[in-house]
């Protein structure tokens, strides 16, 4: 059966592009008759809120998004699910994949999903430290994020809607954090353990998170488990070639319920994935029959109107 899952990070409103990966995560478990699980992303306590979360789970309610499993429930908040976690790192650390870094760069947003520019390749000086200086510094009281040694190897990842992804996990990817100094734990490890544990076969997600793909299955490899098929939609963007993000509070949820039915909401934006031939309104029930990935685009989607 076709286990897939919505995972949103309760860091402010859903906006138009998280709603429209919904829709298609939704569609597509709905259409394979799977099962689909609500899981909260909750893992930076600086960014994330219960209130934020419960005002998202009242978003897709509104929406007519349902879910099979979780939402609010503890075990399927990551913020409750750190023993998890830990033991995933245990066995990492064990097998000599981890190191301590004592840089600061870029600890603010790995325990985050990644979006586009905002991660990158490069050498971290603190690979090649002695062990004995690892030891010295963190005995010191010295703070550490982990690192992956990322192997300087070509792994490929089969899109189910993109196609063939390549990357160099060491080259393209680099040696990405997996556990912030403050002790939480990152994206990329937390994602991975989750799936696994709750049984996800499918991933459907922004193309901004295309890059996390190689270094996600790797992660599944070296930790024994299976790894999901991708497929990542086109996102939508501004008319300036943009990005539609948090940012754009006029396309945030509270700005798009006060201004339309959440019928002319799903309709349009299943217009716009080419789900139907004009922006008429639906409930997402309604576009389960004639959901079909051969006619989402895969190329990024300017949005010039809107509702």
Same mark, same amino acid.
């Given at each position: 059966?076709?286990?897939?899952?919505?995972?949103?990070?309760?860091?402010?409103?859903?906006?138009?592009?998280?709603?429209?990966?919904?829709?298609?995560?939704?569609?597509?478990?709905?259409?394979?008759?799977?099962?689909?699980?609500?899981?909260?992303?909750?893992?930076?306590?600086?960014?994330?809120? &219960? !209130?934020? +979360? /419960?005002? $998202?789970?009242?978003?897709?309610?509104? *929406? =007519?998004?349902?879910?099979?499993?979780?939402? #609010?429930?503890?075990?399927?908040?990551?913020?409750?699910?750190?023993?998890?976690?830990?033991?995933?790192?245990?066995?990492?650390?064990?097998?000599?994949?981890?190191?301590?870094?004592?840089?600061?760069?870029?600890?603010?947003?790995?325990?985050?999903?990644?979006?586009?520019?905002?991660?990158?390749?490069?050498?971290?000086?603190?690979?090649?430290?002695?062990?004995?200086?690892?030891?010295?510094?963190?005995?010191?009281?010295?703070?550490?994020?982990?690192?992956? &040694? !990322?192997? +300087? /190897?070509? $792994?490929?990842?089969?899109?189910?809607? *993109? =196609?063939?992804?390549?990357?160099?996990?060491? #080259?393209?990817?680099?040696?990405?954090?997996?556990?912030?100094?403050?002790?939480?734990?990152?994206?990329?490890?937390?994602?991975?353990?989750?799936?696994?544990?709750?049984?996800?076969?499918?991933?459907?997600?922004?193309?901004?998170?295309?890059?996390?793909?190689?270094?996600?299955?790797?992660?599944?490899?070296?930790?024994?488990?299976?790894?999901?098929?991708?497929?990542?939609?086109?996102?939508?963007?501004?008319?300036?070639?943009?990005?539609?993000?948090?940012?754009?509070?006029?396309?945030?949820?509270?700005?798009?319920?006060?201004?339309?039915?959440?019928?002319?909401?799903?309709?349009?934006?299943?217009?716009?994935?080419?789900?139907?031939?004009?922006?008429?309104?639906?409930?997402?029930?309604?576009?389960?029959?004639?959901?079909?990935?051969?006619?989402?685009?895969?190329?990024?989607?300017?949005?010039?109107?809107?509702?």
């Amino acid at each position: 059966m076709l286990v897939g899952r919505f995972a949103p990070s309760p860091s402010g409103r859903m906006h138009l592009g998280n709603v429209f990966a919904a829709l298609l995560a939704w569609l597509d478990v709905r259409r394979a008759g799977g099962r689909l699980w609500l899981r909260i992303e909750d893992l930076d306590p600086e960014r994330c809120s &219960r !209130a934020k +979360a /419960e005002q $998202l789970v009242d978003d897709l309610q509104w *929406l =007519g998004l349902d879910w099979d499993e979780g939402g #609010l429930q503890p075990q399927f908040c990551q913020s409750q699910r750190t023993e998890l976690y830990a033991a995933a790192f245990a066995k990492l650390q064990a097998a000599g994949l981890v190191y301590p870094c004592f840089c600061s760069r870029a600890e603010r947003l790995a325990a985050s999903a990644p979006h586009l520019g905002e991660a990158g390749p490069g050498v971290c000086p603190c690979r090649d430290l002695p062990a004995a200086v690892q030891q010295r510094r963190l005995a010191a009281g010295e703070r550490a994020a982990w690192r992956v &040694r !990322a192997p +300087a /190897e070509r $792994l490929a990842v089969q899109d189910g809607h *993109l =196609g063939e992804y390549v990357e160099n996990l060491a #080259l393209d990817g680099g040696d990405f954090i997996i556990k912030r100094s403050d002790g939480v734990f990152a994206y990329q490890l937390a994602v991975v353990v989750d799936d696994a544990a709750m049984g996800v076969n499918r991933v459907v997600r922004g193309r901004d998170l295309l890059s996390s793909a190689p270094r996600q299955v790797w992660l599944h490899q070296q930790l024994g488990f299976a790894p999901p098929q991708f497929c990542h939609v086109p996102l939508l963007l501004a008319a300036d070639g943009k990005r539609l993000a948090k940012r754009e509070r006029s396309l945030d949820m509270g700005a798009l319920r006060a201004s339309c039915t959440a019928p002319q909401l799903v309709g349009w934006l299943a217009w716009l994935a080419g789900l139907q031939p004009e922006p008429r309104p639906q409930h997402p029930k309604q576009l389960i029959a004639g959901f079909d990935w051969q006619l989402v685009p895969k190329e990024d989607i300017v949005v010039n109107t809107y509702i």
